[in-house]
Nanobody, 124 residues
Framework: QVQLVESGGGLVQAGGSLKLSCAASGRAFSSYAMGWFRQAPGKEREFVAVITWSSRSAYYAVSVKGRFTIARDNAKNTVYLQMNSLKPEDTAVYYC?????????????????WGQGTQVTVSS
């Protein structure tokens, strides 16, 4: 069983930055692919970024590529999402997710474990 706890959300002005963290329990964290998703009010949950267990590969949604960076520290059982040049349309609840099979992907059904989410609000 894996528990994920996000932190780092908040209110920021457009153009600003935030860094989200997701702390995971469990000894198998280093074998999981980790993803970040977000959900705005009235919208479906959407893919943001994913990183493989080894950090060798990362993949981003077109809407955040070049502005967001996903990273992980397996020694700390933590995955991060550095968000720069934030826009009002980035406002959402951000969730981290773990794929215990190490594959990841852009679809929510690839992930078996989810955090409770952290709110990010970008004001214009």
């Amino acid at each position: 069983q894996v528990q994920l706890v996000e932190s780092g959300g908040g209110l920021v002005q457009a153009g600003g930055s935030l860094k989200l963290s997701c702390a995971a329990s469990g000894r198998a964290f280093s074998s999981y692919a980790m993803g970040w998703f977000r959900q705005a009010p009235g919208k479906e949950r959407e893919f943001v970024a994913v990183i493989t267990w080894s950090s060798r590969s990362a993949y981003y949604a077109v809407s955040v590529k070049g502005r967001f960076t996903i990273a992980r520290d397996n020694a700390k059982n933590t995955v991060y999402l550095q968000m720069n040049s934030l826009k009002p349309e980035d406002t959402a609840v951000y969730y981290c997710a773990a794929d215990q099979y190490g594959v990841g992907g852009t679809e929510t059904n690839r992930y078996g474990y989810w955090g409770q989410g952290t709110q990010v609000t970008v004001s214009s």
